[in-house]
């Protein structure tokens, strides 16, 4: 007699399903309402015109067949360039393996990286892919949960979230939703910590160009000790404000580069190559066009936040990111972040996150996250409606 168990029916705990993303749900609502979508973060404009030449004409011109799995030479040696110039890192291209996407990249790394029981230091508020991917890798995620207003790394926290089986440190810095760059001495603190634990850092670094105020983002990768400890990983999308393109690539010392490629080609496998000939010109730009970049998101945040404080709100610092929060309680409205998101789609016609979707467990209820990658009409429509809705909660 067979000792093979029985398979379970499907609808079994044991199939605990993949959560739907609040990111889905809240489109969703803005599509079937048309509320204005503040939730998910996504521009209204097509993208630079001169990158979307770039991959018309490589699809016209081009190869559109199978690329080499760790991407374009002429990508890999252009990420490794715009590195070295705006990051001052000294990667080679054989370092870089283009991904359809940085959630691909996250992926790779974390199936590429992960032994079955691994722990994964994480810190919450999270993006809210990391916690099913690491679980689907057969990780074990320890939680560090940070909190408002200031969201400091501590060396208490981590200490108390480290034990032995510790492998592992998913980072995104700068943070989504929060907007925080990491600060220099919690940079140092966490890379203290992955040598004298020996961690590996994965970096999500998808907001690099997209600091404010002067800020400018250090790469965790280039501090002592993590060159050949770190995966860091960039995107196109972000960079470009061409989200849907998803083009990223993971960045990392050989002897990882190696595992992460072998995880790699049995995801994607690879990238549309006229996407990706089209952000190599584009990593080449002129240093001018990114510090433009940052000028105009940085306007759009401020032209959110300054409508939103005369209308009532009271808005937390952002310096980096397409996003924003405010602050309930602050603001003198006596919801929780749930009940406003779903509260303002009908009655506002506008969409946003609430912050407590960001942490697995114990959330912060009292903020709200809105996007401020849209035109200077739809911010001001959306103001206007949050305006009357504030009046209304008086």
């Known amino acids: 007699m067979s000792d093979i168990p029985a398979r379970a029916p499907i609808g079994h705990p044991v199939y605990r399903a993949m959560p739907a993303t ?36 490589a699809l ?52 590429a990286l992960v032994q079955p029981g691994d722990e994964v230091l994480l810190l919450a508020p999270l993006y809210d892919a990391y916690l099913p991917l690491v679980e689907r890798a057969g990780g074990v995620a320890r939680i560090v949960r940070l909190t408002p207003p200031d969201w400091r790394i501590t060396r208490q926290a981590l200490a108390a979230a480290i034990t032995p089986r510790t492998r592992i440190l998913l980072l995104n810095n700068p943070v989504n939703p929060t907007g925080i760059v990491l600060r220099d001495a ?7 910590v992955c040598v004298a634990h020996d961690l590996i850092a994965i970096c999500d670094e998808v907001w690099e160009h997209l ?15 993590l060159r050949d400890r770190t995966v860091k990983i960039g995107s196109a999308g972000k960079i ?7 083009v990223g690539w993971m960045c990392a010392a050989p002897p990882l580069a190696t595992l992460l490629v072998r995880a790699h080609q049995f995801l994607t496998f690879t990238t549309p190559p006229a996407l990706q000939w089209a952000v190599a010109e584009a ?8 510090e433009d970049q940052r000028a105009a998101n940085q306007a759009s945040r401020d032209r959110l936040a300054a409508g939103l404080s005369a209308a009532g709100y009271a808005v937390r610092p952002s310096g980096a990111t397409w996003f924003l929060t405010i602050d309930l309680p602050a603001s003198g409205i006596a919801l929780d972040d749930v009940s406003f998101c779903e509260r303002i789609i009908p009655e506002a016609g506008v969409a946003a996150i609430p912050i407590s979707a960001f942490y697995p467990t114990e959330p912060v209820t009292h903020l709200v996250r809105l996007c401020f990658c849209k035109s200077d009409a739809t911010l001001d429509q959306a103001i ?10 008086r």
């Open 384 to 393: 206007e409606r949050l305006a009357s809705l504030r009046a209304a909660l």
């Open 211 to 225: 600091t404010y105020d002067g800020r400018r983002h250090r790469p965790l990768i280039a501090l002592p000790g």
């Open 186 to 192: 919690e940079l140092a603190l966490l890379a203290e």
């Open 22 to 57: 609040i990111f889905d749900h809240m489109s969703a609502r803005a599509r079937d309402t048309g509320a204005i979508n503040l939730g998910q973060g996504f521009p209204e404009s097509p993208g630079p015109r001169a990158i979307l030449e770039a991959a018309a004409n």
């Open 60 to 111: 016209l011109t081009r190869s559109s067949q199978y690329p080499p799995a760790p991407g374009l030479p002429e990508l890999r040696a252009a990420v490794a360039d715009h590195y070295a110039r705006h990051q001052r890192l000294d990667l080679s291209p054989a370092e870089v393996i283009v991904t359809s996407g940085a959630t691909e990249a996250i992926a790779a790394s974390l199936l």
């Open 283 to 290: 990593l080449a730009w002129p240093d001018a066009w990114f």
């Open 240 to 246: 470009f404000a061409v989200t849907g393109w998803k």
